[in-house]
């Protein structure tokens, strides 16, 4: 069964520290690479997607993707308390469907 | 731009009882269109998902049926619910080239 893994958390960290995320995922045939973040009661939106093995910045965002290691982890730079969400890392392999991992609980602390 | 929408944001209803949700996506031309579900404090359960009018795959056996008359309307339905049935049910759409899935605001359902 095709899995995609992520620290449940919650990760705390600071007001203007780096937040690091992460997942790994099982299906090598997985070409593309997403994230969303999902505030509490809400839909999840889609922050960040990575087809290629390296980063990814968009903004305080960064993407990095390892497809030897089947490892993706997003940064989050100078993390606010608005950051504070849930963070929800996708794998999709073409012709297949998504599949979801079950989502890092993020807490920036003012 | 392409928005989606769903309808009705929040629903409580009896067990037994009929469903019918409703998505639309506006601004794009044959979406593929995906119903999943979030438990409570859970991640997403893919529950249907279509790529065309008529044409509809299920993940999960369940009470829960899905339609696709129209080109951007997908519509999530069962003849009677459970109390298991409790959840966020979200519509998403997806373009064919880059495959991101963009979700609607979602339908918060309570069986009772």
């Known amino acids: 069964q095709k899995e995609v893994e992520q620290n449940s958390g919650p990760l705390s960290v600071p007001e203007g520290a780096i937040a690091s995320l992460n997942c790994t995922y099982s299906d090598r045939g997985s070409q593309s690479f997403f994230w969303y973040r999902q505030y509490s009661g809400k839909s999840p939106e889609l922050i960040m997607s990575?087809?290629?093995?390296g980063d990814k910045e968009d903004g305080r965002f960064t993407a990095q993707l390892n497809k030897a290691s089947q490892y993706v982890s997003l940064l989050i730079r100078d993390s606010q308390p608005s950051d504070s969400a849930t963070y929800l890392c996708?794998?999709?392999?073409?012709?297949?469907?998504?599949?979801f991992g079950p989502g890092t609980r993020l807490s920036v602390l003012p | 731009s392409q928005t989606i929408h769903q309808w009705p944001a929040t629903l409580v209803q009896p067990v037994g009882s009929p469903l019918s949700l409703e998505c639309t996506v506006e601004g794009t031309s044959n979406p593929n269109l995906y119903w999943y579900r979030q438990a409570a404090g859970r991640g997403l359960q893919l529950l249907f998902y279509s790529v065309g009018i008529g044409q509809i795959s299920s993940e999960v056996p369940q009470n829960l049926s899905a339609s696709r008359p129209q080109d951007r309307q997908f519509i999530l339905s069962s003849k009677k619910l459970l109390l298991s049935d409790s959840g966020f049910y979200l519509c998403?759409?997806?373009?064919?080239?880059?495959?991101?899935?963009?979700f609607g605001p979602g339908t918060r359902l309570t069986v009772t």
């Open positions: 998403a759409w997806a373009g064919t080239v880059a495959y991101e899935q963009y």
């Open positions: 996708a794998a999709y392999n073409y012709g297949q469907n998504f599949v």
């Open positions: 990575i087809y290629s093995n």
